[in-house]
C-alpha cells in the first residue's frame, strides 16, 4: 500500500510540473532584421509554433525544472514553397533570463531567434 501512494504521489508532483503556466516571448530575426515578434502562453512540455511568413517556422517546447528552462526546438527554413528543417537546437537558460540561437554565416542568411521565458 505505501507503495502505491508512493507512486500516486510521484505521478501527481509529475503533472503539476508538467502543467506550469510559461509565457514565451520570441522575436526571430533574419539578417539582423526583426521578422516577428511574438508571446505565447503554453504550459511546460507543450509544444509551441512560431511563424515568421515565408522565411522561418519555429518550434519550440519549453520544459521547466526548479529556475531552469530547457528549450527543445527546431527551427525551418521556408525554401521553393515550403518550410525544411535545418536545425534543432536544444538550449538551458534560467527564468526570466533571455536564450539565443543563431545559425548561418555572414554572406547567406543568418537566422537568430530570442526566447525569454517567465512563470505566469
Same mark, same amino acid.
Given at each position: 500500500?505505501?507503495? $502505491?501512494?508512493? !507512486?500516486?504521489?510521484?505521478?501527481a508532483?509529475? %503533472?503539476?510540473f ?18 516577428? /515578434?511574438? !508571446?505565447?502562453? /503554453?504550459?511546460? *512540455?507543450?509544444?509551441? %509554433? $512560431? ?16 529556475? @531552469? @528552462?530547457t528549450?527543445? %526546438? ?6 521553393? *514553397?515550403?518550410?525544411?528543417?535545418? /536545425?534543432?537546437? !536544444? ?8 536564450? !539565443?540561437?543563431?545559425? *548561418?554565416t555572414? *554572406? ?6 530570442e526566447?525569454?521565458?517567465?512563470? $505566469?
Open positions: 500500500m505505501k507503495k $502505491i501512494l508512493s !507512486v500516486l504521489s510521484l505521478v508532483a509529475f %503533472s503539476a508538467a502543467n506550469e503556466p510559461l509565457e514565451l516571448t520570441v522575436n526571430v530575426y533574419l539578417n539582423n532584421e526583426l521578422v516577428v /515578434a511574438d !508571446v505565447v502562453q /503554453a504550459e511546460s *512540455g507543450q509544444l509551441q %509554433s $512560431i511563424t515568421a511568413k515565408d522565411v522561418l517556422m519555429f518550434n519550440v517546447t519549453p520544459t521547466l525544472n526548479d529556475d @531552469v @528552462v528549450l527543445t %526546438s527546431s527551427m525551418h527554413k521556408y525554401k521553393d *514553397g515550403s518550410f525544411s528543417k535545418f /536545425a534543432e537546437p !536544444v538550449l538551458r537558460v534560467a527564468l526570466d533570463k533571455q536564450a !539565443v540561437i543563431e545559425i *548561418g555572414e *554572406g547567406k542568411n543568418i537566422y537568430k531567434v526566447v525569454t521565458t517567465k512563470k $505566469i
